[in-house]
C-alpha cells in the first residue's frame, strides 16, 4: 500500500520559516517526480516545487522561487520542503504528491498525501 505521509506544517509568523517532510512508502518511487501542491480555501490546488527521484533536477513555482527548496533523501525515502520568508498568501494546506508524467499538473499525479496545514499570521 502506497503512503505519504506529510509533517512539519503549523503556525509562523510573517517572514518566518517552515520545514516540511513528506515519507514515502509502499513502492518504488524512483522513476517519480515527487511534488509539493497547496490549495487555500476557496482556491484552486496550485504547484509549489517538484524533484525527480532518479536526478537532482528541481522545480518551483514563480510565487516561491527563491524562498523556498525542495531536497530528498534517497536512503530515507524522503522530500522535504524548506520555506522561508513566509507570506500570508502562503497559508494553505499543502499535500505532497507522487506522480510520473508531468511536474506542475495536480491533475497527473498518481498518490497524495493526507495535507498538513501551514498558517503565516500577520
Known amino acids: 500500500q502506497v503512503q505519504l505521509v506529510e509533517s512539519g506544517g503549523g503556525l509562523v509568523q510573517v517572514g518566518g520559516s517552515l520545514s516540511l517532510s513528506c515519507a514515502a512508502s509502499?513502492?518504488?518511487?524512483?522513476?517519480?517526480?515527487m511534488g509539493w501542491f497547496r490549495q487555500a480555501p476557496g482556491k484552486e490546488r496550485e504547484f509549489v516545487a517538484a524533484v525527480r527521484w532518479s536526478s537532482t533536477s528541481t522545480y518551483y513555482a514563480d510565487s516561491v522561487k527563491g524562498r523556498f527548496t525542495i531536497s530528498k533523501d534517497n536512503a530515507k525515502n524522503t522530500v522535504y520542503l524548506q520555506m522561508n520568508s513566509l507570506k500570508p498568501d502562503d497559508t494553505a494546506i499543502y499535500y505532497c504528491a507522487a506522480g510520473s508524467a508531468a511536474v506542475s499538473n495536480w491533475r497527473q499525479y498518481d498518490y497524495w498525501g493526507q495535507g498538513t496545514q501551514v498558517t503565516v499570521s500577520s
Open positions: 509502499g513502492r518504488s518511487f524512483s522513476s517519480y517526480i
